[in-house]
DNA sequence: ACCTGAACACCGTTCAAGT
DNA sequence: ACCTGAACACCGTTCAAGT
């Protein structure tokens, strides 16, 4: 008598994550999750909608993983090194879970039929926004959080797609890369916001 | 006689891109896209050794456009206004074509089987690299290049994936806010060429 | 060279049925 | 409630055959 009482839901999930990871999101089929958990072609039917619902519970999970840790970066700091601290842990979200978030924010997943995607979602960019807003005068204030976000989803996003120079395959590298980025537009940030 | 010397491959891809347009990457099909351009299911394997390798064709073509209006934009100009040029240029292209855009740097397309495509896109990595040799000095150069295609990418993406707020919608707002995130990270350079 | 039709092993999804 | 097996309409890919 396996998968009683909804463990079947976090394996299939788990299944789910699984062949993210190792074979991409064309690979995830129902089927195959099913297999994988040991019961009939399905059985997921009883926990998903569809093919598209797993997936998109898969990216949910992802939000909200992302969304506590930037709460847990931004607590406790202030200004800049919040800001900083907020970047930091957007990107290590990205590179701890790069598969998750190809997901989270590629087109293999249609987000509108998925209104509790976008919520979520929300979450961390309204993280971003407070962070910002101590820092910035108002009338620059919403470039400077679109682009802090644009700045962290770029780097995130080349790095988990690997489409970085061969070069930064280190970590200590990367590390450095990413805070001489992210000092870059801090920089702008500052002197935008000095009197000119 | 329809689609001799070599108009099938053209009418494939076609049929490819409009697929790629309308219902996104997972429909694009190869047996869709032969019965579009009116041939049998099987014909498209005399121009493409796979699904995968259709995909990677509509991506290639993408970088080369992408390359083209780079390297358009590069031309003439010099120093930061150069920059800039490239920056919106770069972003253009994300919107006029953003499923292409998204195939060309999302995870249903694996780039490694395709060094072709490698090739085509490190073109345009090229131009940015070569417009901020001259206006950043020798130590911040890697971290100035890399976070200007981060930044550009970022938004270029968000964009394609309708991740902004809603007031963006508008063509106007939208490059208002371009210009200035791209600003704010070109003051940040500024100042980092700054001696301090 | 380029195209076709049959075939195979997969899918997602639906349905009727079992406990 | 949760699971199963059969069924349907799709795929990608291969093969033997036609012009």
Redesign the pocket.
Known sequence: M?????D?RRALLAAGLSLLEKRGPAQ????????VA??????P???F?????LLAALAADGFEALGVAMEQAAEGRTGFERLRALGIAYIAFARAQPAVYLLMFGPELVKDPFPALKAVAERSFEVLRQAIETIVPVETRRAAVIGAWALVHGLSHLIADHQFPPDFAEEDKLDALIEDVLAIYRQGLARGAEPH
Chains 1, 2 share one sequence.
């Open positions: 396996p998968y009683h009482h909804g079947l995830v089929s129902l089927r195959e999750v099913a297999r040991g019961v009939s072609h399905n059985a039917y009883r926990h909608d569809s093919r598209e619902a």
